[in-house]
Structures are given as structure tokens and as C-alpha cells.
């Protein structure tokens, strides 16, 4: 694939928050099949965000018959997802949040996994060997300084490695957010700083975190380039995502992404957007949906039917239908397991609350039976 | 009098300030529009408009500051920080700043302004939502840490920290938000900061609680009379900071024994302190060791285990069982 | 005076951090007495910044000779103090630093409160009423959001305040500086950020605290304007800040002052900058002098002349001699006062323990005897 | 062998440690070509490289986030904090992230780094520059908290440290960083991080320290054991979280009384964790209540009362008196 990007260029959000201007969206970017892409990583994109929506509903799903907790959606977002995971290469790190299930995924976190995790277990934390993922953080903006020594622990031992950390528009608000790209900037670190605009922050709309037009321009206070991106189409953002990555990678430092993009439903399960957003609004997103519009490009290329969407679904079915058993089948979690990792060794203190904790977990089964 | 969950109670609060001073501002994310993730506020904005019921930008220690600085200048904030956990960023500007104008000051910028934070675990919410972290407040002088333990309180107490000219972290028990109702009258009144109610009268046991585990407790407290025959005295300390050290210490002087139940973990959470402060002062009462009933010295863990971290019932019968049968 | 300002451009700062160009700097800028100053005014740019020199030296001299503790040297930004306390408005609120003893006694502060409070004294901490500063923040940047919070009461109040809030060039790398200057732009609040860019953070240049040219331009992140000025130069300084001030005044919100300056001295008492700087480039700065260079001026002007400076500088020692004198002669501190001041009311476990110090140090005097 | 004071045993030990392990690198404000503030890391970065020893931005938060990366991608980051009282503007990297990261990802991503700051008070400084506000971080889950009181310890614990495979916060007590010299090996070697070490064996009465205070007690219990011929135990903590229990409750019981002496405030200092642990275990050996000698609960003054603030020999005196006539 190459480094070309497509860059577009900076425009406003309006004051309303509902995104960027009209014509920013490309109507019919590429009326060709794009020579920088094979048929088999096109279908991948595809592939990938039909597999992410269908994931995301999945766990709507089973968080209303409460069979798992608290959940973070990503439906509108699935190209952001999508783009910027293929685009990171062999043993780039990923630092995620929240709302990133779909890349963590895609960078080898197992699906059963995330559902343990929604679901409320430790073992939903756990991270294979090999995968080059940060455990998604919940404390808003405080996961980019830890891109940022992620990318510099790569520099300082000459590892061809970039970090990709992804982060909301919310999260430009925070100190956080100005500490980290400083650092990224001031060290040139092999970082890329992946903003989902997904319009709101909960319900503040992104006109009321910034008097910017854009958050991509905050970029210039850190020295360093800001690029904006039509997060609906999974081509641009993976252009961005990898044009910023081997510019990283070639030690010329970081990058700014801001995609602009929308997630259909709440913020997250105990969320209702009703109160704070207009039918009309979701709408219009909708009409650009990064995967229905994608499907129509693949179409037009003759690269897509309905053979292949029928089976990749019923192979999405499969994968999800056993994640959910697997999920569902595992033993029950063990109170003990509270005082497991914390630190190397147990120290003394917390070995005897442990034991009084299995007294109390044997007392209890013991009244129960 | 109307039957109010402790949300409600919170929100009419709020609504009764609003009316009373118009120096009153609420900020804080998602408090606007959306009237808070917990609908604390809601309705507010639209009553007062968006001047005096502020969204702000994701910044905590942006709105703590800020606060501050309207404090000083003639305003009276009422910040909300969405989650406890979510202080942290803004940490500084509480104990640098918050706690210490008047003092830097000598007198001149005092801050009258109460930090709103739901706080406590076992709502099933996701990490960092469960924070009892209370300590780090009531650690540092010149805060005052109030905390409710049910609707009729919230609405008392939160009205005497907004009236209060000293900074107020206030923290609201976010698993009783709804758990229950009390009657809670319409207009506005105040119950004393720094004071413990005596939830339950008891002439063997001193049982000291705070916020969600109070009602926790007395269930516990009732069973164990009936069982045991026991008689439970049950405080609830309301401000954690300054604590009603003697309310505290003359209930122990009569009991002769001394239970503390929080959610915080062991190790110097609130219990630590009220431990010492027994014990320097009524040791010769003591029948038996005072008694700590809490989480364990671990982070609140994924929701599933939440549960065995906080004090079960079960945990809190066996303390009180630990000090009756030393 | 008038509301001009000269607009100097947005220059680079050198990569040793030695400051802006040298091209940066105006010669020989107005050869003849600028209009917009009345006589007494110009004389009491020059007279101040005479004044803060001579505290400072004294202060130096009193810290060496171990009768006060620990201070923080302004000499060489003297311009800055003046040129921003005498620009701002009756009522206008000053939220100052350490390094802002200058400005404060300019806004209203008793030359004794400050040296009190550099001798470690409560007393140090007291505020006339009347005078609208905020206590010095040691924490670096921790104020900006308190100045936001200044700025957003007297906008709530329509009170015809502005806020001008001073910190070093080091705070623009600290969360609390991007937060501020967020909320400031958002809700275009009536403040003005005054950055004293002395080019070192203690021995850290402004090359490493930023990958950008300028700290002005960080004011483009926020949706408002930067601007940078010779702080040598008192008049370009109060121009400026005049400036901001009107601008905030109308409503029309917030600007970011840099303002290139020099400590000639340590960074406080204990430091040694022999460290981190040259006697080379403290050299260039001196030649650029702020009390020199318009005392020229001023003797161009014909306006100023040797009895006049006899004069003043009589009247200084006298001022000076005086504060010491007074801070020296105060009754010894009261260890007792360690409590007041922290709670309206000061609560019982508070109370016992003041008794139990006054009985502490009975036993002590009693002892001692 | 060399005599050393303790700063110079610090600078010491992060000399052996840059020497030993490549992986190692000190981040912070002014440690570099400036050496630090108090000269801990003068001459490392000439030695070393300006690659290891690196001056960053005024930037706590992102000094503290970024070693938690580094830590995590196989470096051993060891940063400073100029001052203890500068750590509040990255509290939250500390107790959300530093704290929880091996937890968070069930030990795949474990944080080998060392937080160092100078603490406590009594140096003249200005405000905010004397905080001895380690119940923060004792109270936190998943830290570890050292204090060495002398060089010797000094360089043997900050090697423990660095080689902890869990983050340590390492407080450096300012006020003896150069007050006295002892002698300090020039090789490499570590002292147990969890374990106290007993100062002075006695039998009448245990006192508690660490820290700055350790060697005052000292001076204080000498003067008590000529005058009043009683025998007194100190223990030097060393290890404040999680702390040597075992060494404390022992000592306790075999001399039934016990001091703890701290400069950090009363309310929740570490002293009263002690004392509800000690009245835990140890009611029924207990002489006299455990007495705490430590800070007022205000915050610390400018410099011209702060020996007043924290506690004097007089107090400390006072203190252990009282424990040993009650
Ligand atoms: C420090 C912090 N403050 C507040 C919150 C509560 N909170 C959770 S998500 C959220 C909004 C985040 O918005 P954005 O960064 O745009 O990300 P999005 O949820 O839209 O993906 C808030 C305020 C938090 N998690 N962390
Ligand atoms: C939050 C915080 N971190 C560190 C320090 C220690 N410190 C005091 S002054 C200073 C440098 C400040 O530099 P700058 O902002 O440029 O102001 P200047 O001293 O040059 O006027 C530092 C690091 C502090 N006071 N506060
Ligand atoms: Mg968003
Ligand atoms: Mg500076």
C-alpha cells in the first residue's frame, strides 16, 4: 500500500457541533477501484467493519437482557476503527480507550476478551503475548503521555515501532491532552495522535470544548502537523493513519489525525442521546455511513455481491455466537483473584486479607448451601 | 413533603440555591443540557439558563480552578466532577488551592464553594467509577468532606455546604441514588455540618457508618439485635472531615466497644483515624479492640468481584460479632 | 493613553534559547516623545522600574546577610512589572507568581507585606482590602485557571474588571495552562495571559519546554490571539497590555501576551545559573537593558536629567529603609496563628490542638528562662 | 567506603544504577545540565548522555504518563518530582495509572520505575516546598512507599528500589539530605524494600520514625534513657506502604507501649494506621494508649513557624512521656 495521503483540508465543525461542512465529504471520491490497494485489503476494510458493527450490536444486545455490563458503542465509527488498525503495521502499539473495541480487536485482543471485560471480569483484562495493546483507559486524555513514553521507550532503544493512541474530541480539553503532544513534538517521537471527533463528549457538543474550528489545528501549538480526515471513509483514514505512521517510523515525529465521524447511539448504555441530539441530525450522518457507502464503492468497483456479504455474515454469526459461549461458559470468577496482580509478590498484609476473604467466600457458600 | 430518592433530593437542592442566591453557579461536564449523567441538574439549565447551569469543557482541573477563581470573585460555584475518580486530573487545584485560599490569604479570599463528586462502588459501572477515595480529602486541612446517607439528609446537608463559607467536597453515595425514598420537604432548611446523627440508640456497641453502608448496616444492626439480643448503637458521622469526634467518643465511653464500617480500603481510610482517636481517649473503656469492617487493600475491581470488596453484610456481622465476643 | 499597540511580529526564539532574534528588538524605536504619554506618565514608567530594581537588590543583600529566606530575583524584567501593572485599570485584578513582586506592589501590595512574606511570615500573606491581587501561586501554572475563574465572575457581575494573570515562560508546558486558555477562549472571558518568556524555566531553556518558534503562537489552539513583544521596551509592554485590557473590556475576550525578557540573576537565592547560562549571553541581554535603554530615552526626550534621578533615588532608599525597618521591627510571630485563618470557624479538634501548642510553648519559654 | 551525606549517597546510587543497567533513565525538570535542584543527579547527564538524563518540559503529568510508557516498553524510568508538592498536578498518573497498571492488564505491562521526590519540611523554603503528604500514596493500592533516614539506607533502598519490578514513590527527606554524612559502600548493594530496621533495641516503650525524624528521636530517646532510665526501642519504618507490620506488632508486644512520630499532619497520617493496627492486635499488651507525635492538622506555615508545625524535640519528648506515666 502506499504512503499517499489524502489530505483534506481543515475545515470548521459548526457551531452546533454537528460536524464538519457539507462539502467536506467527498460525494464520489474514487470512481475507480484505488491502485493503492489490493482486492484483498479492500475487502479486509469492509470485511472488518461489518464485523465491528455487528459486534457492537451483539453486545447492545446483551447488555439489555443484561447479560453483559455497561457498554461503550462504536456504530459510526467503524471506519476510524477500521482504518487506522490496518493501517498500523507488525508490533505498532495501540493505545486505546473505551470506545475502541473494534481496533483492539483487530490488533489481537481475542473477542471473548473484550465481552469478559463489558461483562465486569478480571480475565477481561488480560493482553496475549505478542499484542501490542494498552489496556483501554477510562480516565479521559490520561492515556497520551503514556503513548507518548511508549514512543519514546521505541527511540531509545531503536525499535522500528510507532504508537497509535486513539482518544475522543472531549479529550483535546484535557492537560493531558497539551502535556503529551508537547512531549511528542519537543522529542520527535515516533507517535500518532488518532482523534475520533465524534461530535460530542457525552453531551457536550464539540463546539463548546474548543473556540477552535477544528481540533486538528491544535496541532500547531505542539510544533508539528495536524491533519482533519472524513472518518466515514475507511480509505482516508487509513491513508492518514499510514502516511502518518511512516513519517513517524522515518523519525520525523508525530502527527495529529482529527477524523470527523458520529456514533449513532448513546454515549454508552446508560446514556440517552435524545436528550441532547436531533433525529435529524443522526440522519444526516447516517447518510454517509462508512460501511453502506463503502459497500456501494466495492459494488461499483465489481469487487463485492451479495455472495460474499451472505457469507462474511454468516462467518461474523459464527465468530460472535462462540465468543458469547465462551464468555458465557467460563468458570465463575474467583473472589480471591482481587488480590492477584497487583504487585510481583503478595506482600504479608494483603496474603492475610486474602485468606480472611476465603474464609468469608466459604462462610457464604456454606450459609448458601 | 414529598417521598424523593437521594438524586432527587440532590436536584431540589440544588434548585432551592439556585432560587435563593443568584451568585450560585453550577458547572461541570454534562450538568447543562443533558441535566448530569445522573440527572442531578436536570431541568436545571432550563430554569436558571446556561449561564448559571454551565457545560464546560472536559477539564477537570479547569473547572476546579476556575471555581476558585469565581469563589474569589463574588460567585459561589458549585462544581460537579462527574465520578470521584474523575478528581484526580484536578487534583492539585483541591489541595494546593482549594483548601488553602482562605489560609493563603489570611482571611481575605475565602472560598465558598462545594465540589459535588458521586462516589462509592457497586453500581456495576466500569473501572474508575468506583472510587472511595474519601481519604484524600479528609486528609488534607481545610477541607470540609460531607457525605449523605439519604435523601432527607442530602437536600440538609448539601443547602448547609452551599451556605457554608469554606470549601465543601461533597460526596454523594451514588449506589443509594435511587435505592430508596424518604420524605423530603419542599422548602429549603440545612442540618449542621461537622455533626453525626445517632441513627439507633444501642447501649453495647458503638457502630459507626457513613453514606451507602449506613442503611447496609442498620439492617445488619437489626438482624443482630433480634438474633443476639445485642443493643447496637449505629452513628452515621455525615462529615467526614472535621468529624464529630464527640459524638463519636462519647458513644464508645458508654459502649465500650467500637465498630467502623466504610468502603474506602483498610489501610488509612476514615476507620484508621477514628481507631487512633478511640483509643487515645478511651482505652480504658475499651472491652475489646475497635473494630475496622472495610474493603480490602486492593483497587475496586471489574464489577463482577465488586461485591466481595466492599464490606458484605456478612463481613459487617462478623466485625460487629468480633468486638461483642472479644 | 491611548489604546495603540505596537505589533511586533511572531519571531522565533534561538535554539539555545537565548531569546528572539536580534533584529527582534527596535534601535532606536521613537526619536521622538510618543504622543500617547503625558509626561508624568513617562516618568513613572522610568521611576518603578528604578524602584523594583532597587527592592530587588535589596533584597538580595538582606537574603545574603540571612535576614530574609529564599527569594526570587526579578532584575532585568523590571519592564514587564511595570509596563503590565501600570497598564491595568483601577479594578482590575492581578493573579501574579513568585517572581511578580514588582507588579504586585505596583497593584497595592505594602512593600512590607512582601518582604514579610519572603521572610516567612503569615503576615506576608495579608491583602489590603481594596487591592485586587490574588496570593502568589507558587505551583507553576495553577493560577491561569483562577484568573479564569476572575475573569468569569466579573462577567457574570458585568463588572467592568479585567483579569491579567503572569507566569513564566516554563507554565506554558503544564496542563493548567491549556485549560485555562481553553475556558478563556470558549467562554471569551475578560483576561489577559502574560507570559514573562525569560527564556530558562530554573536552567531549562524555552527550547526545551516547546518544538514551537514562539509561545504567542499558542494562543492559535485556542481560538485567540497571540502576541509577542520586546519586554524590554516598558512602553511596548503597556501598550500591549493597554491593549488586551481594552480589547477584554469590550467583550471581545481573551489574549496571550509573550513578553521576551531576561533574569539577569538566579532563579531564587538558591540557584546557580552559572550552571546553565553564559556570562556571554546575560551580557546581551544587559546591553538591552529596560532601565537603561529608556532612561536614554527619557534623557533624549528631555525629560529626565540627574537631579531628577537624585531625587528619586533618594526617595527610594527611604521607601526601602522604611519596609525594612517595619518588617524587622514587627513582634515576633505567634505560633498560634498557625491555626487561623484555615476555616471561618476554627473546629474543635483544631481549637484543642492550639491549646495544646500554647501550652507547647509555654513549656518551651518556661524552659528557656 | 566513602562518607557521604544522603544526597550524595542518592546520587551515588543512580550512578551505580545508570552503570549497571542501560535500560535505566532519570526524567525530570532541571536534572540534567542542571544537575537537580539539590544536585542529586549532578554530573549523571555528562557521564551518561543527554539520551538517559533528561531535562523535560515543566511538565509533572507528562513526566509521570510518560514513565509509565517507558516502563512499559522495557525501559526502567526512574523521574523526579522537584518536590513532593509538585506531584499534585500528576496525581493522577500516580494513583489511576502507576498504581494500577500491572493490576489493569493482570501483570502483562508491569511499571519497573521509581517516582523520587523531595519531601518533608524545615528547609526555609517557600510555600508548597514542605509537604510531607505521604498518606496520599499510602493509601493507594499498589505502591510502594520508601523513606530512607540516613545515606547508607539511602543508596541501598533506591537500588531496591530501581530493582523493584513494581513502581516505588521515594521520598527523600530534604532536610537531611546534607545534615550529616555516614559511611556508604562504593559498590552496588540493596536493602529489603518492606522491612524496618530497629535503630535501638529497648524494652519499655517502641517509638516509630522515619525519615527525618528518625535520627531527632534518636537524639531525644538517648536524652530520656539518661534521665529517666528508661529503655526505649525505635524502629526506623523505611518502608511506609506496605510496612513491616511483623516488626512493629512484635516489638509492641514485647514492650506493651508504643510512639509514633511523623511530620506529616494527625488526621490520617500514617501513625494512626499504626495505632488501629497495633490496637488491633495488640489491645491486650497495651500499657497506656498508642501516642501519635506528629504535625498539626494545618497546613505547613511559611517558614518562620514551621518548627513549630512539625514535631519538636520537646513534643517527641512529651510524647514518649506520656506513653511511659500514663
Ligand atoms: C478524566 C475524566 N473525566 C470525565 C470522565 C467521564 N466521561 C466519560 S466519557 C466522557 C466523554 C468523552 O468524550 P470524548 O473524548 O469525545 O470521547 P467519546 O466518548 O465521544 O468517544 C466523559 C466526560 C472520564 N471518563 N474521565
Ligand atoms: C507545578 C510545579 N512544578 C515545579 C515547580 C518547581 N519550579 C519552581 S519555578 C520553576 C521554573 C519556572 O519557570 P518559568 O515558568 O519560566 O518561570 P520563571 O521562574 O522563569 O519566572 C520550577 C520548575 C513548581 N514550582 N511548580
Ligand atoms: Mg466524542
Ligand atoms: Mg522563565
Redesign the pocket.
Known amino acids: 500500500m502506499s504512503n499517499r495521503v489524502e489530505e483534506v483540508p481543515v475545515t470548521g465543525h459548526n457551531s452546533d457541533g454537528s460536524g464538519g461542512k457539507d462539502d467536506f465529504f467527498p460525494t464520489n471520491p474514487e470512481p475507480s477501484v484505488p491502485k493503492d490497494f489490493s482486492a484483498e485489503e479492500l475487502w479486509s476494510f469492509y470485511e472488518q467493519m461489518v464485523f465491528i458493527r455487528e459486534f457492537d450490536r451483539r453486545l447492545l444486545r446483551l447488555q439489555r437482557a443484561g447479560r453483559i455490563g455497561t457498554y461503550?458503542p462504536v456504530e459510526g465509527q467503524e471506519a476510524c476503527q477500521v482504518g487506522s488498525a490496518l493501517a498500523m503495521r507488525q508490533g505498532d502499539f495501540l493505545v486505546p480507550?473505551?470506545?475502541d473495541s473494534g481496533t483492539m480487536m483487530l490488533r489481537g485482543i481475542p473477542i471473548t476478551t473484550v465481552l469478559m471485560y463489558w461483562n465486569g471480569r478480571l480475565e477481561g483484562l488480560q493482553i496475549p503475548a505478542g499484542v501490542w495493546v494498552f489496556p483501554l483507559t477510562?480516565?479521559?486524555?490520561?492515556q497520551l503521555p503514556h503513548a507518548v513514553g511508549i514512543a519514546w521507550a521505541a527511540k531509545l532503544q531503536h525499535k522500528d515501532q510507532v504508537t497509535l493512541v486513539m482518544?475522543?474530541?472531549?479529550?483535546?480539553s484535557?492537560g493531558d491532552f497539551h502535556e503529551a503532544l508537547n512531549f511528542a513534538g519537543l522529542f520527535q517521537l515516533p507517535v500518532v495522535f488518532f482523534c475520533?471527533?465524534?461530535q460530542?463528549?457525552?453531551s457536550?457538543p464539540a463546539s463548546r470544548?474548543t473556540a477552535t474550528e477544528t481540533f486538528a489545528e491544535k496541532a500547531v501549538a505542539y510544533g508539528f502537523a495536524g491533519k482533519r480526515v472524513d472518518g466515514s471513509d475507511v480509505l482516508a483514514v487509513y491513508r492518514a493513519v499510514d502516511d502518518a505512521i511512516a513519517k513517524a517510523a522515518r523519525g520525523e515525529g508525530p502527527t495529529l489525525i482529527e477524523a470527523l465521524t458520529y456514533?449513532y447511539g448513546a454515549?454508552?448504555t446508560s446514556d440517552d442521546p435524545t436528550k441532547y441530539r436531533t433525529e435529524g441530525e443522526l440522519e444526516t450522518w447516517r447518510q454517509r455511513d462508512p460501511i453502506d457507502s463503502f459497500a456501494k464503492r466495492l459494488r461499483q468497483w465489481g469487487l463485492w455481491d451479495d455472495a460474499r456479504e451472505h457469507r462474511w455474515r454468516v462467518q461474523v454469526e459464527e465468530k460472535l455466537i462462540q465468543a458469547v459461549a465462551s464468555m458465557e461458559g467460563a468458570p465463575p470468577a474467583r473472589p480471591a483473584d482481587l488480590f492477584e496482580h497487583l504487585y510481583a509478590q503478595i506482600p504479608p498484609r494483603l496474603l492475610a486479607q486474602q485468606a480472611a476473604l476465603e474464609k468469608e467466600v466459604a462462610q457464604a457458600r456454606g450459609v448458601a448451601e | 413533603m414529598s417521598q424523593l430518592t437521594l438524586v432527587q433530593a440532590v436536584q431540589d437542592a440544588l434548585r432551592c440555591a439556585l432560587a435563593a442566591d443568584e451568585h450560585i453557579v453550577l458547572l461541570g461536564?454534562?450538568v447543562g443540557r443533558n441535566g448530569g449523567?445522573f440527572r442531578a441538574t436536570e431541568g436545571l439549565q432550563e430554569q436558571f439558563g446556561a449561564e448559571r447551569v454551565v457545560d464546560t469543557p472536559?477539564s477537570?482541573s479547569g473547572i476546579l480552578g476556575a471555581s476558585v477563581g469565581l469563589a474569589a470573585n463574588g460567585m459561589r460555584p458549585v462544581p460537579e466532577?462527574?465520578?470521584l475518580?474523575?478528581i484526580?486530573?484536578g487534583f492539585q487545584q483541591v489541595v494546593a488551592h482549594i483548601a488553602r485560599m482562605r489560609w493563603r490569604s489570611q482571611g481575605r479570599y475565602s472560598l465558598p464553594l462545594v465540589v459535588r463528586a458521586p462516589f462509592g462502588g457497586r453500581i456495576r459501572a466500569p473501572e474508575?467509577h468506583s472510587e472511595s477515595t474519601e481519604t484524600y480529602f479528609i486528609h488534607t486541612p481545610g477541607l470540609t468532606v460531607v457525605v449523605p446517607s439519604n435523601p432527607y439528609d442530602a437536600k440538609g446537608l448539601l443547602l448547609a455546604s452551599i451556605e457554608s463559607p469554606d470549601p465543601v467536597i461533597f460526596l454523594e453515595p451514588m449506589r443509594i441514588y435511587r435505592a430508596f425514598r424518604t420524605e423530603v420537604p419542599e422548602e429549603y432548611y440545612t442540618l449542621p455540618l461537622g455533626k453525626a446523627a445517632v441513627v439507633k440508640e444501642g447501649k453495647d456497641v458503638t457502630v459507626v457508618a457513613w453514606g451507602t453502608l449506613v442503611r447496609e448496616t442498620l439492617e445488619v444492626i437489626r438482624q443482630l439485635e433480634r438474633e443476639q439480643g445485642w443493643s447496637i448503637e449505629l452513628l452515621d458521622l455525615r462529615t467526614l472531615s472535621p468529624w464529630d469526634e464527640e459524638a463519636v467518643l462519647n458513644s464508645v465511653r458508654k459502649t465500650g466497644r467500637a465498630v467502623v464500617v466504610q468502603e474506602s480500603v483498610l489501610q488509612l481510610g476514615l476507620a484508621a483515624e477514628i481507631a487512633a482517636r478511640v483509643g487515645e481517649e478511651c482505652l480504658l473503656d475499651l472491652e475489646a479492640p475497635v473494630v475496622r469492617v472495610s474493603s480490602w487493600d486492593v483497587p475496586p475491581p471489574l464489577f463482577q468481584l465488586e461485591d466481595w470488596h466492599a464490606p458484605t453484610a456478612q463481613r459487617i456481622e462478623n466485625g460487629i460479632g468480633r468486638v461483642m465476643t472479644f
Do not use: C, K
Not at chain 1, 477510562?138 to 490520561?142: E, G, K, L, T, V
Not at chain 1, 482518544?167 to 483535546?172: H, K, P, S
Open positions: 461503550a480507550t473505551y470506545r477510562i480516565s479521559i486524555a490520561s482518544f475522543g474530541d472531549g479529550a483535546t484535557e475520533q471527533n465524534n460530542y463528549a457525552i457536550v470544548q456514533r454515549h454508552t | 461536564e454534562d449523567v472536559l477537570e466532577i462527574q465520578f475518580g474523575f484526580y486530573p474508575m
